[in-house]
C-alpha cells in the first residue's frame, strides 16, 4: 500500500489533471493549489484565446453538462451577476434534480433581469425560481 504521502500526490495529481483537462477547451491558464484541506482553482483567460462563453455553449448544446458545470462555475466567481451564467446552471441543476440549487440561481437571474429576457424560457423559469404564477 502507498504511503500517505504518495497517495497524496497522486490525488493533487488527479484533481490537476481533472481541471486542467476541464478548461482546456476555454484557453487560458489554470491553476490548482491545495491549502488548509481546500483546493483552490483560478482560471485566468487570455485575449487570445476562444472566450469561455463559446466554449460554454458548445458543451450545453452538445449535452456536456459535466464538461460545463465547472466553466459556468468558474464564470460566476469571476461575475456573480452574469445573468446568462446563472440560468445556464441553474437550468442544468435543474435537469439534474438539483432543484435548491437550481431555485436559487434561477431566482437570482430573474431578480437581474425580471423580464427574462436573457432567461430564454421566460415565465415556465420564473415559476422554478419561486416567482410568477404557481411559483410563490
Keep these: 500500500m502507498p504511503e500517505p504521502s504518495q497517495r497524496r500526490e497522486a490525488f493533487r495529481a488527479a484533481v490537476t489533471s481533472y481541471f486542467k483537462d476541464a478548461y482546456r477547451e476555454a484557453g487560458g491558464r489554470v491553476d490548482v493549489g491545495f491549502a488548509d484541506g481546500a483546493i483552490e482553482v483560478a482560471w485566468d483567460p487570455q485575449a487570445d484565446q476562444l472566450p ?28 456573480p451577476d ?50 410568477g404564477p404557481g411559483g410563490g
Design 52 to 79: 469561455a462563453s463559446a466554449t460554454i455553449a458548445r458543451h450545453l448544446e452538445a449535452g456536456r453538462y459535466d464538461e460545463a458545470i465547472p466553466l459556468l462555475i468558474t464564470r460566476l466567481q469571476l461575475e
Design 82 to 131: 452574469h445573468v446568462e451564467s446563472l440560468y445556464n446552471l441553474g437550468m442544468v441543476y435543474s435537469d439534474r434534480m438539483r432543484l435548491k440549487e437550481a431555485r436559487e440561481l434561477l431566482g437570482r437571474a430573474v431578480a437581474l433581469d425580471p423580464r427574462g429576457c436573457q432567461c430564454p424560457g421566460g415565465a415556465g423559469d420564473r415559476r422554478l425560481a419561486g416567482q
